[in-house]
């Protein structure tokens, strides 16, 4: 089966993610990871989309689309795209890139998660700067404060987890991925799940959907 997760950041869209490779052998296309790894590796689309991410705002379909093309030639069925599509021209887009490559969405997942939860899930992420493993100062903190479990390196908050950041990355949701619970209503493909809940029973809503 094939998957969209999409849902405002902070949703829990990696988590369930990770879930469902680790126990359903799903392939994992995170449009976040690819434009990380373009950032980090300093090429030209990481540069252009660095100067977008870091103000909260949407990287234009132009450069997301290019790198998810690339991956699901790559991949084949049997995956999820985790933050892909954002807005309807990107939808719409890849529905014609599916179609070109003989393959379909069976369900787009929508995790809804009230407001105010995302702002606190959001501003009290921390990331370790060295392997990249996730934390929170509520709900997962570290045994050492400011210090990673797994490579005892420095955690920091993301530029794009700041408050300002969040804020505007939020109110940027609403105005161009809200849209897509319509859309995905009319192609039959739209599924919604409540995301206010621990990660298991979240994971069991979506596990019984792929099995209808």
């Known amino acids: ?61 132009e450069l997301v689309i290019g790198l998810v093309k690339e991956v699901v030639v790559g991949k084949g069925p049997g995956f999820i795209l985790d933050g892909f599509p954002r807005t309807v021209i990107q939808a719409d887009a890849l529905g014609q890139l599916l179609k070109g490559l003989r393959l379909e969405i069976q369900k787009a997942v929508f995790l809804h998660v009230p407001f105010d939860v995302l702002f606190s899930r959001l501003t009290g992420r921390r ?16 045994k050492k404060e400011g210090i990673c479990d797994v490579c005892a390196s420095e955690l920091v908050q993301r530029n794009d987890d700041k408050d300002e950041v969040i804020a505007n990355r939020l109110k940027t949701y609403e105005e161009f991925t809200m849209p897509l619970k319509s859309y995905f209503k009319q192609t039959g493909q739209y599924a919604e799940v409540d995301g206010d809940r621990d990660e298991e029973s979240v994971y069991k809503s979506i596990k019984d959907l792929m099995i209808l």
Request: hydrophobic content about 35%.
């Open 127 to 142: 990331v370790c700067k060295s392997c990249g493993a996730v934390y929170h100062i509520v709900s997962k903190p570290s």
């Open 1 to 61: 089966m094939n998957l969209i997760l999409f849902g405002a950041p902070g949703a829990g869209k990696g988590t369930q993610s990770n879930l469902l490779i680790q126990r359903d052998r799903l392939h994992h296309i995170s449009t976040g990871d690819l434009l990380r790894g373009a950032i980090k590796s300093g090429s030209d689309l990481g540069v252009k989309a660095k100067s977008f991410i870091d103000k909260g705002e949407l990287v234009p379909d």
